[in-house]
Each structure stands twice: as structure tokens, then as C-alpha cells.
């Protein structure tokens, strides 16, 4: 008995555990913050491993994502309809909620990192923070994943986010034309994957496709109205630089700009705000702009001066935008005749989508004009 009693206690003392009881110890005392360690782990695999948004590498990790999510959803939703699952999927079948977890989380976290780069802080912030929310939110939906409505609302969200920046890339092209077929195959590719899941029960199959074709719907609907509100950022679009000058030329070295050096409290900004004018200036609005690669695009420059009752346009100003250079597609417009006050210049999409914003005011410059600084964009 005493024999008995001392192999017992030298088998639970923490001393002596072998190092698999070691991990599962470990994992039970910290189980509650599974959740986050891999929502974190997600987000950094992701910023090192996603680098542009037509990088080919990039967009098949995120297609891997998908592919593997939806093949979870499909074994869970006929698990769930009573279906026998081959035993060698049953002994991995309890790690189908982190793994889906993660998988999200890295679609959020990667969405958050390309939508990011297009999202200006206007109007097209509201999906930004949509993003960012459903990003954050993952990591509290581990075992709210058996839900068959959220998974659902989840994926066709991913699916469709995803095709609508991916599309531009395989097709060289930017437009609505894209992003409405986009939104086709994200209905299509999701009524497949929960319609056959749910299969296994043929008898409640209709009555659980309702409520799932439902949820699919509301979401194509949703981010569609946005699209068309131009709520979207305009992705694979994104503004890289921008910034106004006294004068902008091209140059076998780049762009040569002239601007007025900031004050010391401002070293960050070599651009001109506020922008002194004299007699027969120009304002110059350079700005470089990243498409994917053999995208021709065009956008504009529109130019508002503050009234009394608001903002007023001036000029809507048209340039053509080549893809594939990382730090962008250089170009600027320029506009002579300005009058003192407060000005903006919006880089838009041809049918309104907002890549950027900068403002900036004019002033009557003092006398002699303050010396310009040039230097040359790359």
C-alpha cells in the first residue's frame, strides 16, 4: 500500500511530469487565452508574409485560407446533420474551431493590411472599420463558429472581400463590371459549399438553406449598397504619396519638386501648407498612385476652395495611372488663377471612389518670397 501511495505521488508531483503533461498543463492553465495568442499569431504571419496586393504568393495563402475554411464548414455542417465522418477526420474534428479561427483571422488581419493602403479618411473608413472590427471581434468567436448563420455571414464576407480586389489582379482591370461578378461568384461558391454540407440531412435541407440563403443574401446585399455608396475603399488602388508644391517638374532623376520649408515643429511635412502665393503661381498636386501590374486606369484630381456655405469644386482634372511600379504611378496637375483660403485636392476613382485627400491653405506670400527647397520624388 505505502508502495502504491509513493509511485502515485511521484507521478503527479510538477517535478517529474514528462513533457507532454508538461504542454498540456501549461495549455490548461492558460487555455482562456488560446484565443488570443492566435489571433496575434495570425496578424503577424500575416504583416510579414503579405506584401502587395497583386503579389501572386500573397493571394494563393489567402485562397488556401478559404479553401480549407470551407472545407471545415462542409465537414461540420454534415457532422452536424448526422452524417459518419471517416474516423481519421473524427480524431481532428475538435481542432476545426481554432483552426477556423485562425484561418479568419488571418483573412481579417491580411483585408485589414490591403484595405488599409486604399482606404482614405473619408467615406471609405466606414468599411476600414468594418474590417477592423470583424478583425478584433474573431478573436471572441472560437465557439460561437459552430453557429451555422455566422459561419455563413463570415465566409461569404471573406469570400466576397477577397474577389473583389483579387478579380482586378487575374484581369488586369479595374471597374463595377469586376466587383458585380465578384459578388456573383462569392453567391455562387457559398450557396455550394453550405448546400452541400447541409445535404446530409435531404430531409430539412430546404428549410436550413432558407435560413442560410438569408444570411449569404443580406451580406452580397450589404457590401453591395456600400460599393455603389462608394463606401468601398478602392481596391487594388491605393494613393501612396501625395503632396503640393510651388512647381513639379520631370526630371531624368524622377519628379523635381520646389516647395517652402516647414517650420522646425512641422520637419515631417515637405510639402507646402500653407502654400504662399504670388502673382502668376501655380499650384502644383503631385500624387503616385499603385495599381497592379498592366492596369491602366484613370483617375482625377478634383480641386474645392471652402466658402461660406461649404465646400466648392473648381476643376475635376483627369490623368492616367499605369500599374506594377511599387511605390506607384507618378503624376501631378497643377492649377494657376488661386485665391487665398482653405483648399483641398481629392484623388478620386473615375466613378467617384476616394483614394485620398490632402488640404492645405494659401496665403498671400510675404515680401521677398520665402526660398524654395527642391527635391527630388522617387
Partial sequence: MSSTEHKTEKFTSPAELNFRSRIAAIYHRYEEYTGIAIFGIGFIWDSFTMTRV??????????FYLVIIAAMIILTLRR???????????????????????????????????????????????????????????????HKLKNQELL?????FCLFSFLAFFLPVIFSAVGAGLFVLAGLLSLIIS?????????????????????????????????????????????PLALKSVGIY???????????????DPPFYRFWRKWDDPFYY????????YTAIFAPGKVRVPVRHVWSYQT????????????????????????????????????????????????????????????????LQTKVLK
Fill in 308 to 371: 461660406t456655405s461649404g465646400w466648392k469644386q473648381t476643376d475635376h482634372i483627369k490623368l492616367w495611372i499605369a500599374g506594377g511600379r511599387e511605390e506607384g504611378y507618378r503624376g501631378y496637375t497643377l492649377k494657376s488663377g488661386i485665391k487665398p483660403g482653405d483648399w483641398r485636392v481629392e484623388v478620386e476613382t473615375d466613378r467617384g471612389q476616394t483614394l485620398g485627400r490632402i488640404d492645405f491653405t494659401v496665403l498671400l506670400s510675404p515680401t521677398p518670397h520665402p526660398p
Fill in 54 to 63: 497583386d503579389n501572386m504568393i500573397d493571394n494563393v495563402i489567402l485562397l
Fill in 152 to 156: 455563413a455571414v463570415l465566409y461569404c
Fill in 191 to 235: 450557396f455550394a459549399v453550405f448546400g452541400f454540407g447541409l445535404m446530409a440531412n435531404r430531409g430539412e435541407w430546404r428549410r436550413n438553406m432558407t435560413r442560410i440563403a438569408g444570411c449569404i443574401g443580406s451580406v452580397w446585399l450589404v457590401v453591395n449598397i456600400l460599393y455603389f455608396l462608394n463606401l468601398i475603399p478602392p481596391v
Fill in 80 to 142: 452536424q446533420c448526422g452524417a459518419a465522418l471517416p474516423k481519421w477526420i473524427q480524431k481532428i474534428e475538435s481542432r476545426f474551431l481554432w483552426a477556423m479561427q485562425f484561418c479568419f483571422g488571418g483573412l481579417f488581419s491580411s483585408y485589414v493590411i490591403f484595405y488599409f493602403k486604399s482606404a482614405s479618411w473619408t467615406r471609405t473608413q466606414f468599411f476600414f472599420l468594418i474590417l477592423v472590427c470583424l478583425w478584433v471581434g474573431n478573436e471572441f468567436l472560437q
Fill in 278 to 285: 504670388s502673382q502668376g503661381e501655380s499650384v502644383y498636386c
Fill in 246 to 260: 510651388h512647381r513639379v517638374i520631370r526630371s531624368s532623376a524622377g519628379y523635381e519638386a520646389q516647395y517652402v
